[in-house]
């Protein structure tokens, strides 16, 4: 029964990527657990426990969508990140907040069909040899009542022996396939068709009483019943493979499987993740008059759908009462208390993640598997040149980007971005012309400080603020 991360494992796998944060990785770790726990609770209970929504409060940078994002890879859910302060009340120009669950149900439906594509994958691959081969030996059609007037002689050297075109077609074909098989005509320009879609219309707003979703749907019923477009394309067999792989493995996965699928992949495994849901809280709990009316229409759309309610998308119905809803905020001008109430209860657990200090910064460049260090020294292992930090250079690093973000603005583990590039810049453009194949760069404190002296001293980062 043991077949899912434990919150200890969902958290170790968590630190692999994000530093410190111990409390907010807790909280979502409990939270992914408990989806689990759920689907294999008593079957009259299931449909009565409701997720846990988490608000996460702290500045920008220091890891909120990171941790949302790294817990969808985790339980290999669908997932999607949306803007708050993107949407408008229903009946303004803009984007409803019910788009948000029609986005998930899409990214779900790719997720489901990608993977049926890549077990069928082996099956497409054949039927495209055969189009290939199609196209490298078309038939000739023979004349009504013509007789094949080929034949091959005997191994003996005797007389010749008839075959029939179907035979000797079979028999090319069979040579050709080999040839295919060992890369030999790669190269080949060889005229293929290939689907044509239909152009889409721009939609600049559903009419009155159709919603997006409805709307996009009928495009897509009235796409289907127009007849499939094809166009022939003269392109290498390298490229004709490409070109009709993912065609023949859609032709070989039901559609419908897929939508029913992912449906319910994202009812009960999709996370929504809203970012800046403190641009749409009242700022100072006012909500009188100016942007404020609007921001709580906002909050009040929010409000049913992160309750649980059911949704139209285009692949059907969406309910959301088990989808997990992790919002995040800086709240620097506004409080969590802003917010409207009821949807303050939606939101039952919170955490505040703390700020970035200058050891946090030091084990950011040096700890995580995707550590910005590594992956500048995965760009420049590609030119063959071989780039390392010692760790003093790392602290002095972390140091400077701790003063910058204390004096300028914090803007949290990005300004590790700001001064990397400032430090990597030169040595960036100098590879491969001034620094070829097999040279070592070693980063030093000395170096970061002769090439960031600048940026220290005259703190004037207008151009690297993120």
């Known amino acids: 029964m043991q077949d899912f991360l434990t919150p200890a494992q969902i958290v170790a796998e968590l630190d692999k990527y994000i530093i410190g944060q111990h409390e907010a990785k807790r909280h979502v770790a409990i939270a992914l657990r408990n989806r689990w726990r759920r689907l294999h609770a008593p079957a009259d209970m299931q449909a009565e426990i409701v997720p846990n929504n988490i608000l996460m409060i702290g500045a920008t ?5 990171e941790i949302a994002r790294r817990l969808a890879h985790l339980s290999d859910a669908p997932f999607v990140k949306v803007e708050a302060s993107k949407f408008t009340e229903v009946g303004y120009v803009g984007r409803d907040v019910e788009s948000m669950v029609r986005d998930l149900a899409e990214q779900s439906v790719n997720r489901v069909k990608a993977r049926r594509q890549e077990a069928v994958k082996a099956q497409a691959a ?12 078309p038939a000739v059609p023979r004349p009504a009542g013509a007789k094949p007037s080929v034949g091959f002689p005997t191994s003996g050297g005797g007389e010749d022996l008839p075959h029939s075109d179907a035979e000797l077609n ?9 040839k295919i098989k060992n890369g030999e005509l790669e190269d080949r320009r060889i005229e293929i068709q290939v689907a044509q879609s239909w152009p889409s219309v721009g939609i600049m707003g559903a009419p009155p009483g159709m919603d997006e979703s409805t709307l996009s749907g009928l495009q897509d019923m009235l796409g289907n019943m127009m007849p499939k477009k094809t166009r022939k394309r003269k392109v290498t067999v390298a490229e004709a493979r490409k070109l009709l ?14 939508k029913d699928e992912a449906i319910r992949q994202a009812e009960n495994a ?9 641009k749409v809280a009242s ?20 409000l049913p759908i992160v309750e649980g309610s059911a949704v139209n998308t285009k692949y059907g119905i969406v309910n959301t009462d ?18 409207i109430p009821e949807l303050q209860g939606r939101f039952p657990i919170r955490v505040e993640l703390q700020s970035l200090t200058k050891e946090d910064f030091f084990r950011i460049l040096k700890d995580p598997k995707n550590a910005l260090t590594k992956q500048y020294e995965a760009l420049l292992k590609a030119e063959e040149v071989e780039l390392t930090f010692d760790d003093a250079a790392l602290e002095r690093l972390a140091e400077i980007a701790s003063e910058i973000n204390a004096e300028v603005e914090n803007i949290g583990a990005r300004r590790l971005h700001t001064v990397m590039s400032r430090l990597l810049n030169d040595i960036l453009y100098d590879v491969p012309d001034k620094i070829g194949a097999n040279a070592h760069i070693l980063i030093t404190a000395a170096l970061v400080d002769e090439r960031l002296n600048d940026m220290v001293k005259n703190r004037d980062l207008s151009q690297y603020i993120l």
């Not at 040899?129 to 196209?135: K, P, R, S, T, V």
């Not at 079979?170 to 080999?178: H, L, P, Y």
């Not at 792989?245 to 897929?258: G, S, W």
């Not at 700022?283 to 929010?302: A, E, H, N, T």
């Open 270 to 278: 999709g996370i929504i993740f809203i970012d800046e849901i403190d």
């Open 170 to 178: 079979e028999r090319t074909r069979e040579r050709f396939r080999q």
């Open 283 to 302: 700022s100072g709990g006012s909500g009188k008059g100016g942007p404020d009316v609007s921001r709580q229409g906002v909050q009040r759309d929010l």
């Open 61 to 65: 940078g220091v890891g909120k969508t």
């Open 126 to 137: 054949d039927a495209v040899e055969e189009l290939i081969l199609d196209a490298l030996i």
């Open 245 to 258: 792989l993912d065609e023949e493995a859609a032709k070989l996965i039901d559609m419908d499987e897929v």
């Open 322 to 339: 088990h989808i997990l809803f992790i919002a995040a905020g800086a709240f620097h001008v506004s409080k969590p208390s802003d917010l």
